[in-house]
């Protein structure tokens, strides 16, 4: 059995919707005009998840929640670290600790590793 489907709420789906996208390169579908795009979007990735984003006013996820995506490479890793920093984001330096692994604080409300 394989886990293929979460749901996230966010305090803001299109920035949620574009940052991973832009970083982790899931995929989105059409979710149905303007005014939905703002409320929803279920994304994919290439390995049969689907990712979904609904709006919510208050996002309180406990502190230690959080996503991961897992790289084949330290230096994949390092890539997407210098990338997200480049781009503003305030991210601490990768480090060994389960693994060679970053969090980042995603537009939206929640958290998501990085790691190898």
């Given at each position: 059995m394989k886990l293929n489907h979460v749901n996230l709420t966010v305090t803001d789906v299109p920035a949620a919707r574009q940052f991973l996208e832009t970083y982790f390169?899931?995929?989105?579908?059409?979710?149905?005009?303007?005014?939905?795009?703002?409320?929803?979007?279920?994304?994919?990735?290439?390995?049969?998840?689907?990712?979904?984003?609904?709006?919510?006013?208050?996002?309180?996820?406990?502190?230690?929640?959080?996503?991961?995506?897992?790289?084949e490479s330290e230096e994949k890793v390092n890539q997407i670290h210098r990338r997200l920093k480049a781009d503003g984001f305030d991210v601490a330096p990768p480090q060994r600790s389960h693994a060679w692994t970053f969090y980042v604080k995603a537009p939206g409300g929640f958290t998501v590793e990085v790691l190898s």
């Open positions: 390169g899931l995929k989105s579908a059409d979710t149905g005009g303007d005014a939905r795009e703002h409320s929803f979007a279920a994304l994919f990735d290439d390995d049969g998840l689907v990712l979904t984003l609904m709006k919510g006013t208050q996002v309180s996820y406990p502190k230690t929640f959080h996503i991961g995506f897992g790289q």
